[in-house]
């Protein structure tokens, strides 16, 4: 059952654009109702369509045919404007230790739902990493990508770069707004594909963006 907490900070999608993104967040708080009530505040200008608690309630703030403001400056695939593109979902989490198992099951029935009403395929289920890079890092290294993979809820691979062979161009072929610095590039790209890596770039990083 969802919960519905009515947040003023929205308005209409731009352009007569309609989803075709959801993107995850976590909180960054320290817990749900925190987030929901700063999520509601007109004085922070901030909002997503749905606040998914540690213990697996899921509240909506902000209808989905409705414009949240939840994505901020970023771009994905070349595209800006992500709050007109995408439904938010903020996940209750610290980013410092991993997500809860009835998170995640919530996650896993809300997601479909949304997806399907939308026409959104799974390589449409992005981070706020992906498209804000360096400005952002949730859902962060602790969210498990993989087990959203398995059940069609997320790309298995980011899309490859057939005729790319430097990195950067990779990562633009995957999605990524490469203008920005080469460091934080590499981050959002690891934080979503090769989450255990550290150091400089390396092989592995080419690898997961390569066909």
Not at 6 to 35: E, F, K, W
Not at 86 to 104: C, K, R, V, W
Not at 174 to 182: K, R
Request: charged residues 20%.
């Amino acid at each position: 059952m969802i919960g519905q907490i009515a947040s003023s900070n929205c308005g209409p999608r731009r352009d007569g654009l309609a989803p075709s993104l959801v993107v995850i967040h976590y909180t960054a708080m320290q817990t749900a109702q925190a987030a929901i009530e700063r999520l509601c505040d007109p004085a922070f200008e901030v909002s997503a369509h749905y606040v998914i608690a540690n213990a697996g309630g899921v509240t909506q703030l902000v209808s989905e045919d409705m414009r949240a403001w939840h994505a901020g400056a970023g771009r994905w695939h070349g595209q800006d404007d992500i709050n007109s593109r995408s439904i938010g979902i903020e996940l209750d989490n610290a980013g410092t230790h991993p997500f809860s198992e009835p998170q995640m099951r919530a996650l896993e029935i809300l997601l479909p739902q949304i997806m399907k009403r939308w026409d959104i395929a799974p390589e449409g289920v992005i981070g706020h990493s992906d498209l804000a890079p360096g400005r952002k890092i949730d859902p962060g290294p602790r969210f498990d990508w993989a087990r959203l993979t398995i059940q069609g809820l997320a790309a298995e691979t980011p899309p490859k770069g057939w005729a790319a062979t430097e990195f950067a161009g990779l990562a633009a072929h995957a999605g990524y707004d490469t203008s920005v610095p080469a460091t934080d590039l590499l981050q959002a790209v690891r934080l979503r594909w090769n989450q255990s890596a550290t150091g400089p770039l390396c092989a592995k990083d080419h690898a997961v963006l390569q066909s």
